[in-house]
C-alpha cells in the first residue's frame, strides 16, 4: 500500500509483470499514459533521419547548419514553452486534461509538418509539436506515479521511459522504411499522427490521477479508482494515508492560495527536491544524450559512412540498444536504487565519451588526402582548392571544412586512398557514384569508423538504464503532492532548455572545434555529473510518495552513497510494517 514501505527488489520486477493477469487495469493506465512518452521518443529520433531527406529537398538547410539547428531547436523551444505552462495545467485541470491537449497539439504540428512547403512552415510545424511533447513529458510520468501501486512504481514510471526509447527505435524503423517512397521525410514526419491521436482516445476512456481528485475534493471519485488500483486488504489504509496527506497540505495552503516562486524556495524540502530534480534533468542533457538521437546518422556520416540508407541502419543499432537499455531500467530500478543506478551509468557514459573522443580525432587526423589528378578526372574542382597556394597539402577534412559547396570524392576500390576535392551538388554527386566512388559532405573515409560506432553503442548501452530513466522517475516522486506540478513543470523545463542549449550548439561545436574535442567537453561534464549525484541526490527506493517529504526534510549530505541518507530512514522504514 502507498502508506507501507517494502522491501524494493528483483521481486517489484516480477510483480510488475504480473500485472498482467492479476491487475491489467493498473497496466492499461501505465501503457495509455506512457504513449506520451512514446511520442517524446518518437519526435526525438525520427527529426535526426528526416533531417537527411530535408537537406535534399530544401538547398538552404544543406548549406547552412543554423538552419538545420533551427529545424531541431524550434521544437525544443516550444517543449520549454509546453513544459512551463504544462504544470501550472496540470494542477489546474488534471492529469488527463493535460494530456490530451499534449496529443492534441502534437497531432497539429504532425500534419503541419507533413504539408510543409518551405522550411518556415516545417519550423512551424516543429514548435507545435514542441508544445506537445513538453507538456507530455511531464504529464505522463506524473499520471502513472500518482495511479501507480508503491511497490512497482518506479518499474512502472520506468515504463515510459522504455517508451521513449520504444519510440525512438520505431522512428528509425520507419525513417528506414520510407527511404525509397515519394515525398521521405514527409511521410517519416507525418505518421506521428497517428500515435498521438490513438492516446487522444485511449485518455478520454480512462480515469483522472486519485491523488489529483483528492487534492479537488473529488473523493468518492479518487476512492472508486483506488479500489481498482489496490488489492482489497491494502485499498482502506491507501484511502487513510492518502486523505491525510491531502488534508495536511490543504491546511498549509490555507493561509496563501497562491504558490510562489519565492514560497517554493523557501520550503526546505521543496528546495532540496528542486536541488536534486532539477539538476538530474541538467546534467541529462548536458552529458549529450540528445545530440546523439537528434544527430546519430549524422555523427554516423562523420564518422566516415557516406550514405543516408547506411547512416540510418546504423543508428537503429543504437536505438535498439536504448530500447534495450530502458528494459534493464525496469528490471534494476526497484532492485538496486535510483542512486547506484545512476551512477554506474555515468561512470560508463564517461568511458564510452573518451573512446569517442579517440576515434574522432584519429578520424580527423588521419583523412585521405587530396589528389591533383583525382580531381582533375572532374570538371567540377571546389575553386577553395583550385586558388589554394598549400593544395598539395589538402586532405579530405580540409577540403569539407574550406567551405559548404565542397565535397570529397573518394578513391575507386579503395577509399583511403587520396580522393577528389569538388563542387558540391546533386550533379558532382551522381558523377561520383557512377564511377562506383563514394560521395562525402559530412565526415571523411576512415579505417577506424567502426569503433565509432562501438563508442555510440557503448555509451547509449550505459545512459539508457540510468541517465535515460532515472531523472524521470526521481522527479516523479520527490516533490510533496501540493507543488508536485509545478515542480515538475520547472523540472521539466530546465530539461527542455538544456536540450535547446545542446541541440543548438552541437553541430556549431563541431564545426568550430572539431567532432572529438565537443565529446571531450561532454566528459568534464559527466564527471560532475557524478559528484552532483553524490552530493544532492537521495535515495527514494522503496519510499512511499507521502514519505518522501520526510525524507527530504531529515535529509543531510551524505558521501557514502551505497547507504542511506542517515539512521532515521530506515527508523522510518521499521515503523512501516504494511506490505503491498
Given amino acids: 500500500m502507498e502508506g507501507g514501505v517494502p522491501e524494493a527488489d528483483v521481486s517489484a520486477f516480477r510483480e510488475c509483470l504480473s500485472l498482467s493477469w492479476k491487475n491489467p487495469y493498473v497496466l492499461r493506465l501505465a501503457f495509455s499514459a506512457g504513449i506520451g512518452g512514446f511520442l517524446f521518443g518518437y519526435d526525438t529520433g525520427v527529426i535526426s533521419g528526416a533531417l537527411l531527406y530535408i537537406r535534399d529537398d530544401f538547398k538552404a538547410v544543406d548549406r547552412q547548419t543554423w538552419l538545420q539547428e533551427a529545424i531541431v531547436s524550434t521544437a525544443l523551444a516550444g517543449a520549454i514553452i509546453g513544459a512551463s505552462v504544462g504544470g501550472w495545467i496540470n494542477d489546474r485541470f488534471g492529469r488527463k486534461k493535460a494530456i490530451i491537449l499534449a496529443d492534441t497539439l502534437f497531432f497539429i504540428g504532425s500534419v503541419v509538418m507533413a504539408a510543409a512547403i518551405n522550411p518556415a512552415i516545417l519550423i512551424v510545424g516543429r514548435v507545435f509539436v514542441g508544445l506537445g511533447v513538453g507538456m507530455a513529458s511531464m504529464a505522463s510520468p506524473l499520471y502513472i506515479s500518482e495511479a501507480s501501486p508503491t511497490r512497482v512504481r518506479g518499474a512502472l ?127 541529462q542533457q548536458f552529458v549529450g544524450i540528445n545530440t546523439v538521437m537528434y544527430y546519430s546518422p549524422t555523427i554516423v556520416q562523420l564518422a566516415g559512412f557516406a550514405s543516408n540508407r547506411t547512416a540510418l541502419l546504423l543508428s537503429l543499432v543504437t536505438a535498439g540498444i536504448n530500447a534495450f537499455g530502458s528494459i534493464l531500467s525496469i528490471y534494476f530500478i526497484d532492485k538496486t536504487g535510483r542512486k547506484k543506478l545512476l551512477l554506474f551509468s555515468l561512470s560508463g557514459v564517461v568511458v564510452s565519451l573518451v573512446v569517442l573522443t579517440v576515434v574522432f580525432h584519429q578520424t580527423t587526423t588521419h583523412s585521405p588526402m587530396v589528389s591533383e589528378i583525382e580531381t582533375s578526372f572532374f570538371n567540377n574542382t571546389c575553386p577553395d582548392y583550385r586558388t589554394a597556394f598549400d593544395a598539395a597539402k589538402w586532405d579530405c577534412m580540409k577540403c569539407l571544412k574550406a ?55 557503448l555509451y547509449i548501452l550505459f545512459f539508457s538504464p540510468g541517465m535515460g530513466t532515472v531523472p524521470w522517475v526521481v522527479n516523479s516522486e520527490i516533490y510533496p503532492l501540493r507543488y508536485r506540478g509545478v515542480c515538475g513543470g520547472m523540472a ?23 567532432t572529438s574535442y565537443t565529446f571531450m567537453i561532454f566528459i568534464f561534464i559527466t564527471v560532475a555529473a557524478i559528484v552532483f549525484v553524490i552530493v544532492f541526490v537521495p535515495e527514494t527506493k522503496g519510499l512511499p510518495i507521502e514519505e518522501v517529504e520526510n525524507m527530504l526534510e531529515r535529509r543531510t549530505l551524505n558521501f557514502k552513497f551505497w547507504q542511506r541518507n542517515s539512521d532515521s530512514d530506515d527508523q522510518v522504514l521499521s515503523q512501516k510494517n504494511v506490505s503491498f
Fill in 492 to 514: 521539466s523545463t530546465s530539461n527542455w532548455v538544456s536540450n535547446l542549449i545542446v541541440a543548438q550548439s552541437f553541430l556549431s561545436l563541431t564545426d568550430a572545434i572539431g
Fill in 403 to 457: 567551405s559548404p559547396d565542397c565535397g570529397f570524392c573518394a578513391s575507386a576500390g579503395n577509399k583511403l586512398l587520396p580522393g577528389a576535392c569538388l563542387i558540391s551538388n546533386d550533379t558532382t554527386e551522381d558523377q561520383c557514384q557512377k564511377e562506383q566512388r563514394q560521395w562525402y559532405t559530412r565526415g571523411c573515409p576512415s579505417q577506424n569508423g567502426w569503433l565509432a560506432l562501438i563508442g555510440l553503442s
Fill in 157 to 283: 514510471v520506468s515504463l515510459n521511459g522504455f517508451l521513449i526509447t520504444g519510440g525512438q527505435f520505431l522512428s528509425y524503423v520507419i525513417n528506414l522504411s520510407f527511404t525509397n517512397a515519394p515525398g521521405t521525410w514527409r511521410w517519416m514526419l507525418g505518421v506521428a499522427a497517428l500515435p498521438a491521436l490513438t492516446q487522444i482516445v485511449l485518455m478520454l476512456m480512462l480515469p483522472e490521477s486519485p491523488r489529483w481528485l483528492f487534492r479537488k475534493g473529488k473523493e468518492e471519485e479518487a476512492k472508486q479508482i483506488l479500489r481498482k488500483i489496490y488489492p482489497p486488504q491494502d485499498v482502506e489504509d491507501e484511502i487513510i494515508t492518502l486523505k491525510e496527506s491531502v488534508e495536511m497540505e490543504t491546511k498549509d495552503d490555507s493561509t496563501s492560495n497562491k504558490v510562489s516562486i519565492i514560497k517554493l524556495l523557501k520550503t526546505k524540502t521543496v528546495r532540496r527536491g528542486l536541488y536534486a530534480g532539477m539538476g538530474l534533468q541538467i546534467f
